[in-house]
Each structure stands twice: as C-alpha cells, then as structure tokens.
C-alpha cells in the first residue's frame, strides 16, 4: 500500500458567515486577505513538507480557481516549492485541469520541469477540471471532453516523440511541438486521472495503451466500490489484470486517541467543508454540455436530488464520505474496503475546512504511525486488485 | 398548440423540424436559444398575412444535432443552404435572442434574399462597461421568472411541470445554446464591425426590462450600427415582446413590412 496526504489548501479564514449557497466564481475575492492568505500557504507547506518526513509516499496538490475552498489554482508553484524542500515523497499535482488551458504545452513543461528538479518525483495528474472552472475561465463545457483528449495527447506526444513535430488537433494546432526540458522519468511520469466515476473517463484511462491510475475522488463507499470494481473489471474486458498500484481512493480522514475524541475535534472542521466550502448551486457545478445529455440526467438525479440540505458529521461517517475514529478503527475500516476494493493507493485528505494546524499535525502523525503500518502489507504490486466477478 | 402539422427537411444531411403556415411573402422567425416554443400566438398571427417559416435550428427541438455544429457562424451558413434549397427569396426575416444575433450574421453575408429584417432582444453585440444578463448561472426557475415582466406568469413558467420529452427539450436547447454562445458569452466581437452592410429597412423591438441585453444600451448598439434602422422599445415587457406584447409586436412587424413591399 502506498499512502497519500493530499492538502486541498482551503481559505480557511474566510468569514463563514458570509457564505450562504455558495463559495465559487462569484464569490466575491474581498473576503480573501492576502496576510491570512501568506501565513496559510506557508502553514499548509509545512504539512506537506511534514508528510514527507513521516514517511507518506507522496503529498498532492490540486487546481480550483477563484474559490475559498482551495487556494492552489496553479498548483504547479506549489509543486515547484515542494520540489525543493521534500526528500522522498512523491509530488503529485491531481490534478492539471488541461481543457481549461489555451496551450497544454505549457503543462507539459510545468510537469517536465518538476520532474527534472526533482530527479522523477513527479507524479503527473490530469483532470477536466470542475463544472465550476468552466464559468471561472469561461472555457466552453461543451469542448471540456474532446479538449480534454486533445491534450493529453499533445502532452504525451511531447514528452515521447522526438521534436520538433508538428501538432494538428481540431482544439490545438501547433507548427513546433519540441518540448524543452524532457521528463527525468521514461517514458513519461506515471500518469493518475481523479475521477468521480463517468463511464467514459473509465473506458479511457483502462485502455492497455495508457493503464493510468484510476483515483476515485470524494465519493460514498457504496460508489467507490462499484466503481473501483468496474474499472477492474473493465481492464480485465481489455484482456489484462488491474494491479492494486492502478487503483487509489481518496478521501478526507481524521485519526484521534478514541472514536470519541476523533468526532468530537473533527466534527465542525468537516462539516464547514461540506457545508461551506464545497457548496455551490447546481447549475454552477454542472454547466451544460461538461457531461452528455444523458450523464447530465443521471448526475442530477443521482447526486443532486438525493442530497439533503445539511451534511453531519454522523452522515458523513456513516456513508463513508469522512473516514473518522481511532487508529484501530480506522486501520480495521481501511482493511475491509481494500479487500472489497482492490486499492493499492490510499490517498489522504489529512487537513479539510477550517482544521486546524495543530490537530493537522496530529492527524499526520497518527496517521503514519499508528495507520500506515498497520496497512503497509495490503496492496501489493503483482496482486491482482480484486476478483472481478 | 394548435398550429400547422411540423415538417421535416433535409439540407445537406441534416434534417430540420418546420413549422410552416400562411401564403404571399415568405417571413422567416429565427428562435432564441430556449428553442421554438411551438406554434406562438404572433406566429399565427402573422400566418394570416404572410407565409410564415418558423424552423428549429440544428441542435434544437426535434431537428437533429450534427457534428458540424461548434459555432453560430455554422447556423448561419446552413440556413444559406436551407433558403438556398426551398427557393425563398423576398423574406421578411425576423430573428429573436439568439436568434436575432443569427439573423445579423445572415444579413450581414449579404441581404439578396431579405426584404427587411427584424432584430427582436437579440444577442450578438457586446456593449462594455454594461454587463449582460447570465442566464447559465441561474437555475430553470430564476431563468424563468426573470424572463418574463408580468411576475405572475413569471411564477407560472417556474413552476410549470414538462413532460419528459419536453424536458429532454429544453435540456438539449440548453446544451446547443450553451456550446453555441458560451465564449464569447452570447456575442461575436467582429459582427459589430460588419452592421454596417445591413441597408434593408431594419427594426429593432425591445422590452425596457430584458434581464440578458439591458435596455436602453443594447438597442442603442443594434440602433446606431444599422443606419436607418427603426427602434421600438417597450414598457413592461422583459425578454419576449412577441408574446409579452403581442399587439405591439405585429404592430411593428406590420410597420416595417408595409413600408417595404417591391
């Protein structure tokens, strides 16, 4: 098993008050102040840069723009500072929201250049980017897919073909590709796609051409594991097993000295990130066109009319959204889904809403010492990740 | 809705729903981007004077959504081939929201086939320093209440429950006019540049309450880049004059149309 601290870099000293239904787009950049705002980035590469020392196998950065529930919209300075201030651990950036730019080249370079400095820590992430992004930027819902496809491919091409080369894509059409520096990893750095579990994304990233890590991000246990199943089972469809190495969940987490202890430090925390910072109204989280016709239906459907008004901290730990309580119960939790899921990546959001550096801290420390080990054993590289049916 | 029996037809592979009733001069109404909503009370109206064209563009309705389509310019092109294909010429071309903006582009490739030609709370221009309306960051209900002056009706159209292929409907009318008009939000900066070959009779009709293109600024826009163009704008009226304001709204139909017969 390898473990994850994933850091989502909340603004967590917004005024919750002046959040009502949303914490997106338009929610107006006053309430961020720029002094809080120094202390929390250098607060939150610390625990970052503490993970490392603990042990983690990798610390993840990601990209949301103009929002308080993360300050990293170019996750790729973050990386960068990491770069140089972490030993062992993996960078993952999970990921670059690659529709959203103009040129990917320019990714292709972010993740080159990190991967140079840091001698192939580099894990490469890429993702869609969020409904929310596409009113952010103001780049069409309706290409997020295809240009999507699109750079990868460029991306990839730049990092594998020899250049220059030209690039002629319906979204991208370049004269030069010829990438300047080339990943440090061969062929290129392991690729993960975050995903909430389209269909199409699945089919996709199993291809044996790619094999990429599938991440099932913030999701109920029922979902991940259907999920996680189907992925595997679709690799084997592909005609070749699905090793635990390709397979990760990621989660927010909080590990006390008791059950007790555990609910009642991180009970506020989560819910203000359920409740506060992730909130927005549906048509800002599903602009038309970012899914099919009929993805659409089902995702409205099935996440938005089925979610209540207020998330606590009791629900939450009940459908496997938080996953919270004494390193035993949490070890004995993990254990059972890793053997229903077949996951050989936990990926831990050790820090989520307004917790604070101290219980943060603690978190991390229970968590690699008193979780970990107990863990380290399931997973293993050649396994397969579990008996499709 | 009572109204003609819709008719399918094909141009270039690419199979349209039309509603077509009326004789004499060929009017061509160019629906917004909430799609055709049937057979309208103006529509009927005006088939009793003209030979009224009343089609759902690609990616609407019931008309079907070919790969081609990534921008308005693709619509205006296919709706050269379609009066191409049904040998229309003399039109009276109205165009509403989206649809006026496409009746611009069409007009502005050259008004051979056009009489007159006339814009209605269209989409297409960009008056800076007034921002417009957002209609993909308001829910079904805000967009319908804030559509509409009359708030009664307003609350009528938020709660009114769709079939599901009506719903189906109004989702895909919303996927294609999000993928048509999303960046640049509902305009094209260039076709300002090009009005100016517009030199059939034009009217412009506008509610003094649109929520999406604020009145008076935008119609100013539309009225000082097509010289000669005639503006009506009306009181208590939001988005649609041609259902908020009925008799008004054929009243200026009328007006510019009379005044232009060859």
Same mark, same amino acid.
Not at chain 2, 83 to 99: A, K, P, R, V, Y
């Given at each position: 098993?390898?473990?994850? @601290?994933?850091?989502?870099?909340?603004?967590?000293?917004?005024?919750?008050?002046?959040?009502?239904?949303?914490?997106?787009?338009?929610?107006?950049?006053?309430?961020?102040?720029?002094?809080?705002?120094?202390?929390?980035?250098?607060?939150?590469?610390?625990?970052?840069?503490?993970?490392?020392?603990?042990?983690?196998?990798?610390?993840?950065?990601?990209?949301?723009?103009?929002?308080?529930?993360?300050?990293?919209?170019?996750?790729?300075?973050?990386?960068?500072?990491? $770069?140089?201030?972490?030993?062992?651990?993996?960078?993952?950036?999970?990921? !670059?929201?690659?529709?959203?730019?103009?040129?990917?080249?320019?990714?292709?370079?972010?993740?080159?250049?990190?991967?140079?400095?840091?001698?192939?820590?580099?894990?490469?992430?890429?993702?869609?980017?969020?409904?929310?992004?596409?009113?952010?930027?103001?780049?069409?819902?309706?290409?997020?897919?295809?240009? #999507?496809?699109?750079?990868?491919?460029?991306?990839?091409?730049?990092?594998?073909?020899?250049?220059?080369?030209?690039?002629?894509?319906?979204?991208?059409?370049?004269?030069?590709?010829?990438?300047?520096?080339?990943?440090?990893?061969?062929?290129?750095?392991?690729?993960?796609?975050? $995903?909430?579990?389209?269909?199409?994304?699945?089919?996709?990233?199993?291809?044996?051409? !790619?094999?990429?890590?599938?991440?099932?991000?913030?999701?109920?246990?029922? $979902?991940?594991?259907?999920?996680?199943?189907?992925?595997?089972? *679709?690799?084997?469809?592909?005609?070749? *097993?699905?090793?635990?190495? *390709?397979?990760?969940?990621?989660?927010?987490?909080?590990?006390?000295?008791?059950?007790?202890?555990?609910?009642?430090?991180?009970?506020?925390?989560?819910?203000?990130? #359920?409740?506060? @910072?992730?909130?927005?109204?549906? *048509?800002?989280?599903?602009?038309?066109?970012?899914?099919?016709?009929?993805?659409?239906?089902?995702?409205?459907?099935?996440?938005?009319?089925? +979610?209540?008004?207020?998330?606590?901290?009791?629900?939450?730990?009940?459908?496997?959204? #938080?996953?919270?309580?004494?390193?035993?119960?949490?070890?004995?939790?993990?254990?059972?889904?890793?053997?229903?899921?077949?996951?050989?990546?936990?990926?831990?959001?050790?820090?989520?809403?307004?917790?604070?550096?101290?219980?943060?801290?603690?978190?991390?420390?229970?968590?690699?010492?008193?979780?970990?080990?107990?863990? +380290?054993?399931?997973?293993?590289?050649?396994?397969?990740?579990?008996?499709?049916? | 809705?009572?109204?003609?029996?819709?008719?399918?037809?094909?141009?270039?592979?690419?199979?349209?729903?039309?509603?077509?009733?009326?004789?004499?001069?060929?009017?061509?109404?160019?629906?917004?981007?909430?799609?055709?909503?049937?057979?309208?009370?103006?529509?009927?109206?005006?088939?009793?004077?003209? &030979?009224?064209?009343?089609?759902?563009?690609?990616?609407?309705?019931?008309?079907?959504?070919?790969?081609?389509? &990534?921008?308005?310019?693709?619509?205006?092109?296919?709706?050269?081939?379609?009066?191409?294909?049904?040998?229309?010429? &003399?039109?009276?071309?109205?165009?509403?929201?989206?649809?006026?903006?496409?009746?611009a582009e069409l007009a502005v490739m050259g008004t051979g086939r056009f009489q007159t030609l006339t814009v209605v709370s269209a989409?297409?221009?960009?008056?800076?320093?007034?921002?417009?309306?957002?209609?993909?960051?308001?829910?079904?209900?805000?967009?319908?209440?804030?559509?509409?002056?009359?708030?009664?009706?307003?609350?009528?159209?938020?709660?009114?429950?769709?079939?599901?292929?009506?719903?189906?409907?109004?989702l895909k009318n919303t996927f294609t006019s999000s993928k048509l008009c999303w960046s640049p939000r509902f305009h094209n900066p260039?076709?300002?540049?090009?009005?100016?070959?517009?030199?059939?009779?034009?009217?412009?009709?506008?509610?003094?309450?649109?929520?999406?293109?604020?009145?008076?600024?935008?119609?100013?826009?539309?009225?000082?880049?097509?010289?000669?163009?005639?503006?009506?704008?009306?009181?208590?009226?939001?988005?649609?004059?041609?259902?908020?304001?009925?008799?008004?709204?054929?009243?200026?139909?009328?007006?510019?149309?009379?005044?232009?017969?060859?």
């Amino acid at each position: 098993m390898k473990f994850f @601290f994933f850091h989502l870099m909340p603004y967590s000293a917004v005024d919750l008050d002046a959040i009502t239904d949303n914490t997106w787009i338009v929610f107006p950049n006053k309430h961020y102040d720029p002094k809080e705002g120094h202390k929390l980035y250098n607060r939150y590469l610390d625990e970052l840069e503490y993970a490392d020392q603990l042990g983690f196998d990798g610390v993840c950065v990601n990209e949301h723009h103009q929002t308080a529930y993360g300050m990293m919209p170019q996750p790729s300075v973050l990386a960068g500072a990491l $770069s140089r201030r972490t030993e062992n651990a993996k960078i993952c950036v999970l990921g !670059r929201a690659l529709p959203l730019t103009s040129n990917p080249l320019t990714i292709a370079e972010e993740y080159a250049m990190i991967d140079n400095i840091t001698g192939g820590r580099l894990i490469a992430g890429f993702v869609r980017g969020i409904g929310c992004e596409y009113h952010a930027m103001m780049v069409n819902p309706g290409e997020s897919l295809s240009r #999507f496809h699109e750079a990868h491919d460029l991306i990839i091409e730049a990092w594998t073909k020899e250049g220059p080369f030209p690039f002629d894509g319906k979204h991208y059409r370049l004269q030069y590709v010829n990438t300047w520096p080339r990943p440090y990893q061969e062929p290129h750095p392991p690729v993960w796609i975050p $995903s909430q579990g389209s269909a199409e994304t699945m089919l996709w990233a199993s291809h044996p051409d !790619r094999k990429y890590t599938y991440l099932l991000t913030f999701s109920p246990t029922e $979902s991940v594991t259907k999920h996680l199943n189907t992925y595997s089972q *679709q690799c084997e469809k592909y005609g070749y *097993q699905c090793t635990p190495s *390709q397979l990760g969940w990621a989660f927010p987490c909080y590990v006390a000295e008791t059950d007790e202890i555990a609910k009642k430090e991180a009970g506020q925390h989560i819910e203000n990130f #359920f409740n506060k @910072f992730l909130i927005s109204p549906m *048509q800002y989280k599903l602009p038309p066109g970012y899914s099919s016709l009929n993805s659409y239906k089902i995702v409205v459907e099935s996440k938005f009319k089925a +979610r209540g008004s207020y998330l606590s901290i009791g629900s939450l730990i009940e459908n496997g959204m #938080f996953m919270c309580g004494s390193p035993q119960t949490v070890a004995s939790q993990l254990e059972e889904y890793q053997s229903k899921m077949g996951f050989g990546n936990l990926v831990t959001m050790l820090q989520f809403g307004t917790l604070p550096h101290d219980l943060t801290k603690k978190n991390l420390e229970l968590f690699s010492k008193e979780v970990m080990p107990k863990l +380290r054993h399931l997973g293993n590289e050649t396994g397969v990740a579990v008996a499709a049916e | 809705m009572a109204g003609p029996a819709p008719k399918k037809i094909n141009v270039n592979g690419c199979e349209v729903e039309v509603l077509r009733q009326g004789s004499g001069v060929p009017l061509l109404f160019l629906h917004g981007a909430g799609g055709l909503q049937g057979w309208a009370p103006f529509l009927e109206k005006l088939s009793t004077k003209f &030979d009224v064209i009343a089609p759902s563009h690609p990616g609407f309705g019931r008309s079907d959504t070919p790969e081609w389509l &990534d921008h308005l310019s693709d619509l205006a092109f296919f709706y050269c081939d379609f009066l191409e294909q049904l040998g229309l010429t &003399d039109i009276h071309l109205i165009g509403h929201s989206m649809g006026g903006w496409l009746s611009a582009e069409l007009a502005v490739m050259g008004t051979g086939r056009f009489q007159t030609l006339t814009v209605v709370s269209a989409a297409g221009l960009r008056v800076v320093g007034v921002p417009m309306g957002d209609i993909f960051m308001w829910s079904a209900e805000e967009r319908a209440r804030k559509m509409v002056f009359d708030k009664a009706e307003g609350e009528r159209r938020a709660n009114e429950k769709l079939s599901p292929e009506e719903a189906d409907i109004a989702l895909k009318n919303t996927f294609t006019s999000s993928k048509l008009c999303w960046s640049p939000r509902f305009h094209n900066p260039a076709l300002e540049k090009r009005l100016h070959r517009i030199r059939i009779p034009t009217m412009i009709m506008w509610g003094e309450h649109d929520p999406v293109f604020p009145a008076p600024e935008y119609p100013n826009a539309w009225h000082t880049a097509i010289k000669g163009s005639e503006l009506r704008l009306f009181p208590n009226c939001a988005h649609s004059p041609q259902s908020e304001k009925l008799d008004d709204f054929i009243a200026g139909i009328y007006s510019i149309t009379e005044g232009s017969e060859r």
